[in-house]
């Protein structure tokens, strides 16, 4: 029975290391961070994710200003917002939390260290079961540069400003006054 039980510990050693050598997946403090991002046959456009580290809130601001959209990890609900025409949606939070979801499951292999937008990270490679890549993560749960593949499609972002400092909660929270919208039937999430 001793045997038995030392010969289960020491096999579950690698995987609890393997399992803690994983980046944080969430800022640990209130950042805002604007990135380039080039898409499957789009030109590059710039946007600016937020967040609001202790609620684990996260905004998302299109290009252009025509929209954004608002992931609440901790309750597991998002909703987009469009401004030109005042109305809002709700939407699944495989949608909402993009990449952040998938990499909650990923399996991570630390790389080496790189400095992105001045600030200093960690790179590492990821696959989960619908993507692959390399991101450089900082210490501190902040996402400076990613690329890889996800369904067929090719995408990478890198930050070019990174500004920690508090965030105001107002901008998280739903817009009152803007006409809700339904999702559009077959719009099946990512």
């Known amino acids: 029975m001793r045997k038995t039980f030392a010969a289960a510990l020491i096999a579950t050693l690698p995987l609890a290391a393997q399992a803690q050598d994983r980046p944080p997946l969430f800022p640990t403090r209130d950042v805002a961070v604007t990135y380039r991002v080039a898409g499957p046959g789009g030109q590059p456009a710039e946007l600016t994710m937020q967040w609001l580290a202790a609620q684990q809130m996260m905004r998302m601001n299109m290009p252009g200003g025509v929209a954004y959209v608002v992931a609440d990890h901790r309750n597991q609900r998002g909703f987009m917002v469009m401004e030109a025409t005042r109305s809002i949606m709700d939407v699944p939070m495989q949608q909402a939390a993009g990449m952040q979801r998938e990499l909650q499951n990923a399996n991570f292999t630390r790389g080496g260290t790189a400095t992105v937008a001045g600030t200093e990270c960690t790179i590492w490679r990821y696959q989960a079961q619908a993507q692959s890549g390399e991101a450089c993560i900082t210490a501190d749960g902040v996402m400076l540069r990613a690329q ?5 499609q090719q995408g990478q972002m890198e930050a070019v400003n990174v500004a920690y400092g508090a965030q105001n ?6 817009p009152q006054g803007y006409q809700t919208m339904q999702m559009p039937q077959g719009a099946a999430p990512r």
């Open 148 to 152: 890889g593949a996800s369904q067929g």
């Open 169 to 174: 909660p107002a901008q998280f929270q739903r």
